[in-house]
């Protein structure tokens, strides 16, 4: 590690974060997955979510459960979704989460932050089976482009605005406490 300068905070916080992330799929892997529900869970509460709301608009709604990691949500008269763990948004979380806790800033900020930033990677997630419910439903040819390219995308692109704004934040919030020259 003797080439790694860790005095350079842009290096820190990449083998922070690195380390952070490392810790947490291992984690993740070989205890929380194994061991316990929480794929189970927010799948369930994917599913939920997006049932209430499409049945909001007036769209009949089955919901099914094929076995721990499998669990479908339709809308009558189309092809089932099927949404597995890979969906749930577990890994994203995560990933925000860690990202959030290695950059520097106020820690009471995080504090409120993280969860507000889950809760809107969540919102966005099950949007997102919302609307491959509805394309499947109405035009299923595109499913797989959707699915594959334009949601991802969307996902992602959310992460990235909430990274941003924690950055400019912490930053804003760095350059106030330093001294004036």
Same mark, same amino acid.
């Given at each position: ?5 860790? &005095? @350079? ?9 690195? *380390? ?14 194994? @061991?316990?529900? *929480?794929? +189970?869970?927010?799948? %369930? ?6 049932? $209430? ?6 769209? /009949?709604?089955?919901? %099914? ?9 339709? *809308? ?5 979704? !099927?949404?597995?763990?890979?969906? @749930?948004?577990? /890994?994203?979380?995560? $990933? ?11 820690? &009471? ?9 889950? =809760? *809107? =990677? ?8 919302? %609307? ?10 595109? =499913? +797989? ?17 909430? !990274?941003? !704004? ?13 001294? &004036?020259?």
């Amino acid at each position: 590690m003797a080439f790694i300068n860790l &005095k @350079n905070k842009t290096t820190r916080f990449f083998v922070f974060a690195s *380390i952070l992330y490392l810790s947490w799929y291992l984690l993740y892997e070989f205890f929380v997955k194994p @061991n316990t529900l *929480i794929d +189970e869970k927010l799948i %369930s509460l994917i599913i939920a979510n997006a049932a $209430f709301v499409l049945k909001l608009f007036g769209f /009949t709604v089955y919901q %099914s459960i094929e076995d721990s990691n499998m669990q479908l949500i339709g *809308i009558d008269g189309a092809h089932p979704l !099927w949404i597995g763990s890979p969906c @749930n948004a577990l /890994t994203l979380f995560m $990933f925000f989460a860690l990202f959030v806790i290695a950059f520097p800033g106020n820690t &009471k900020k995080k504090f409120w932050f993280i969860p507000l930033g889950i =809760i *809107i =990677i969540h919102i966005t997630n099950v949007l997102r089976v919302i %609307s491959l419910a509805i394309i499947n439903y109405l035009a299923p040819q595109y =499913i +797989e482009f959707n699915h594959t390219y334009t949601f991802t995308f969307l996902v992602y692109a959310i992460i990235f605005l909430l !990274w941003m !704004w924690w950055v400019k934040s912490s930053l804003k919030e760095n350059a106030a406490h330093e001294p &004036k020259n």
